[in-house]
Nanobody, 123 residues
Framework: QVQLVESGGGLVQAGGSLRLSCAAS????????MGWFRQAPGKEREFVAA???????RTSDSVKERFTISRDNAKNSVYLRMNSLKPEDTAVYYC?????????????????WGQGTQVTVSS
C-alpha cells in the first residue's frame, strides 16, 4: 500500500521559512514525478510545484522565487523549501505522486496523495 506522509508544517511569521518533507512508502518513486499542492479554506486545491523523475522542476507563478522543490531518491522523499512566507501562503499542503516520470500542474494527474500538513503564516 502506497503512503505519502507530509511533515514540517506549522505556524510561522510572515517573512519566515519552512521546509516541508514528504516520505513515501510502499513504492519507489525515483522513476516518477512528485508534486506539492495546497488548499486554503474556502478555496480549491491549487498547484504549487512539481519535480520529474530526472529532477526537472516546475513551480507556480505565485510562489516562484520563494519556493523550491527537491527530491532525494535514496530516501524516497520529496521536499518543499518555502522562503519569504506570506499570510496568503496559509493552507494545507499536500504531497502527491504520479504514475509517470513527467510533471503536470493538474491535480487529476496525480494518483497518490498524502493527508496534508497545515502551514499557517501570521502577519
Amino acid at each position: 500500500q502506497v503512503q505519502l506522509v507530509e511533515s514540517g508544517g506549522g505556524l510561522v511569521q510572515a517573512g519566515g521559512s519552512l521546509r516541508l518533507s514528504c516520505a513515501a512508502s510502499g513504492r519507489t518513486f525515483s522513476n516518477y514525478a512528485m508534486g506539492w499542492f495546497r488548499q486554503a479554506p474556502g478555496k480549491e486545491r491549487e498547484f504549487v510545484a512539481a519535480i520529474s523523475w530526472i529532477s526537472r522542476t516546475r513551480t507556480s507563478d505565485s510562489v516562484k522565487e520563494r519556493f523550491t522543490i527537491s527530491r532525494d531518491n535514496a530516501k524516497n522523499s520529496v521536499y518543499l523549501r518555502m522562503n519569504s512566507l506570506k499570510p496568503e501562503d496559509t493552507a494545507v499542503y499536500y504531497c502527491a505522486g504520479r504514475d509517470v516520470g513527467s510533471t503536470t500542474d493538474l491535480a487529476d494527474g496525480y494518483t497518490y496523495w498524502g493527508q496534508g500538513t497545515q502551514v499557517t503564516v501570521s502577519s
